[in-house]
């Protein structure tokens, strides 16, 4: 099958959810990681992240027992880029989570240092207003708190890969 001119064939493939099934790795795209990871908990299918950061957030929404369920970028929020010309876009949350109490969070992941460019600016306005109508909160999740998740994924991950380990130990006796 021919690839068109500008466009690249995808490297890497979801072939569904399973336990058994290993995703393909994180590869970089340019100094970005990005791929595919599934979770029961995802209500719109794989999510193709595309930073590390994103992965850290999706990992830690996986294993958190507060989350019943997230969507990654499932809506897209207008917004007007131009005042002068009127121009519309459409910005894409990272994130829609639904937890345990009830409360639906609009998640976007940003580095700190660009929270306060004009576009992401704006986006951010349209988002909580978006968020707000419908009932959510609106949070940018930054470096402090994605460095934070990433420690907290890690123990999770040593207490599980030490917990396995004693019942594989458990069972060989």
């Given at each position: 099958?021919?690839?068109?001119?500008?466009?690249t064939p995808s490297k890497t493939s979801y072939t569904g959810y399973?336990?058994?099934?290993?995703?393909?790795?994180?590869?970089?795209?340019?100094?970005?990681?990005?791929g595919s990871y599934a979770s029961p908990k995802s209500t719109n299918?794989?999510?193709?992240?595309?930073s590390g950061w994103e992965l850290v957030v999706l990992e830690y929404?996986?294993?958190?027992?507060?989350?019943?369920?997230?969507?990654?970028?499932?809506?897209?929020?207008?917004?007007?880029?131009?005042?002068?010309?009127?121009?519309?876009?459409?910005?894409?949350?990272?994130?829609?989570?639904?937890?345990?109490?009830?409360?639906?969070?609009?998640?976007?992941?940003?580095?700190?240092?660009?929270?306060?460019?004009?576009?992401?600016?704006?986006?951010?306005?349209?988002?909580?207003?978006?968020?707000?109508?419908?009932?959510?909160?609106?949070?940018?999740?930054?470096?402090?708190?994605?460095?934070?998740?990433?420690?907290?994924?890690?123990?999770?991950?040593?207490?599980?890969?030490?917990?396995?380990?004693?019942?594989?130990?458990?069972?060989?006796?």
């Amino acid at each position: 099958m021919a690839t068109p001119k500008n466009k690249t064939p995808s490297k890497t493939s979801y072939t569904g959810y399973s336990k058994f099934k290993k995703l393909p790795r994180p590869r970089r795209k340019g100094h970005y990681i990005t791929g595919s990871y599934a979770s029961p908990k995802s209500t719109n299918g794989p999510s193709q992240y595309r930073s590390g950061w994103e992965l850290v957030v999706l990992e830690y929404l996986d294993w958190n027992p507060q989350v019943v369920s997230f969507e990654y970028e499932p809506v897209a929020i207008p917004y007007i880029s131009n005042a002068q010309t009127g121009k519309v876009r459409h910005y894409h949350p990272d994130f829609i989570v639904q937890f345990a109490d009830g409360r639906k969070l609009v998640v976007e992941v940003k580095r700190q240092d660009k929270i306060m460019d004009l576009m992401v600016r704006k986006k951010t306005e349209a988002g909580k207003r978006w968020a707000e109508e419908r009932g959510m909160q609106y949070q940018i999740w930054s470096n402090h708190l994605i460095f934070k998740l990433k420690e907290l994924n890690e123990g999770v991950k040593k207490m599980r890969s030490s917990t396995a380990k004693k019942a594989n130990t458990t069972k060989t006796k």
